[in-house]
C-alpha cells in the first residue's frame, strides 16, 4: 500500500519570505513523486515530478522539491513567495505508473 | 487549448435520487480518471480508463456507481442511488498516454460539488 502524509494542514508566510510546503512517502520500491497545486474554484494543476535522476526538481512557477530518499521526503520550496502563490497544495506519489495517491493537502497563505 | 471540462459544477439532490456527472477531456488525451474528493482530504482514484476500456475500477462501489466511457471520449459517473455520504467533488482528469511517468502530469477539471440532502 502506497501513502502520503503532508503534516501541516496550513502554513503562513510573508510575501518574499521562503515558503516550504511538507510531504512525506510510504511506497514499495521507488517512488514516484508528484507536487499538484489548486486555485479556489480551480482544477489540480501539476507543478513537479519526481522520477528518477537529480534530487531536486525544478518546476512551474519558480517551485522545487527535493527527494531525500532516507527521510522519505518531497518538500516542496520557493525561495521568495509571493502573495499569488496562495492556494491548496497536494503531495502525490505512486509506486507504478499511473496510480497516485495524494496526501491530505495544505493551504499556504502568503501575506502581503 | 479547452481543458478538461466537467458538469454540472453543482448538484444538489436529495438522498436516494440518482446523479449524473460529464467529463469531456482534452482532445487526443486517451486516459481518463474519475477521483473523489472528500472535504479536507486528496483526490482518491475512483475508476482509470485506456480509451474505451475500464482498465482500474477496482475502487468503484459499483453497487450504486457506474460509469461509461463511449468511443473512447466523453465520460459519465452515474450514482443511483446517492447516499448522504457521497457528498463530495468528483474530479475529473485526463492524461495523453498511460502512465504519469510518461507525461508527469494529470489534466484535471474543475470538479462537480455534488450535495446529498
Known amino acids: 500500500a502506497q501513502s502520503v502524509a503532508q503534516p501541516e494542514d496550513q502554513v503562513n508566510v510573508a510575501e518574499g519570505n521562503p515558503l516550504t510546503v511538507k510531504c512525506t512517502y510510504s511506497?514499495?520500491?521507488?517512488?514516484?513523486l508528484f507536487w499538484y497545486v489548486q486555485y479556489p474554484n480551480r482544477g489540480l494543476q501539476f507543478l513537479l515530478k519526481y522520477i528518477t535522476g537529480d534530487n531536486l526538481v525544478k518546476g512551474s512557477y519558480g517551485f522545487e522539491a527535493e527527494f531525500n530518499k532516507s527521510q522519505t521526503s518531497f518538500h516542496l520550496k520557493k525561495p521568495s513567495a509571493l502573495v499569488s502563490d496562495s492556494a491548496l497544495y497536494f503531495c502525490?506519489?505512486?509506486?507504478?505508473?499511473?496510480?497516485?495517491?495524494f496526501g491530505a493537502g495544505t493551504t499556504v497563505t502568503v501575506r502581503a | 487549448e479547452a481543458g478538461v471540462v466537467q458538469s454540472p459544477r453543482y448538484k444538489i439532490i436529495e438522498k436516494k435520487q440518482p446523479v449524473a456527472f460529464w467529463c469531456n477531456p482534452i482532445?487526443?488525451?486517451?486516459?481518463l480518471y474519475w477521483y473523489l474528493q472528500n472535504l479536507g482530504q486528496g483526490p482518491e482514484l475512483l475508476i482509470r480508463?485506456?480509451?474505451?476500456?475500464?482498465?482500474?475500477d477496482s475502487q468503484l462501489p459499483k453497487d450504486r456507481f457506474s460509469a461509461e466511457r463511449l468511443k473512447g471520449v466523453d465520460s459519465t459517473l452515474k450514482i443511483q442511488p446517492a447516499e448522504l455520504g457521497d457528498s463530495a467533488v468528483y474530479l475529473c482528469?485526463?492524461?495523453?498516454?498511460?502512465?504519469?511517468?510518461?507525461?508527469?502530469?494529470?489534466?484535471f477539471g474543475e470538479g462537480s460539488r455534488l450535495t446529498v440532502l
Open positions: 482528469a485526463s492524461s495523453l498516454v498511460a502512465g504519469v511517468t510518461n507525461t508527469g502530469e494529470l489534466f
Open positions: 511506497v514499495s520500491g521507488n517512488p514516484y
Open positions: 482532445s487526443g488525451h486517451n486516459t
Open positions: 480508463y485506456e480509451n474505451e476500456e475500464a482498465v482500474d
Open positions: 502525490a506519489a505512486s509506486s507504478n505508473d499511473y496510480k497516485l495517491s
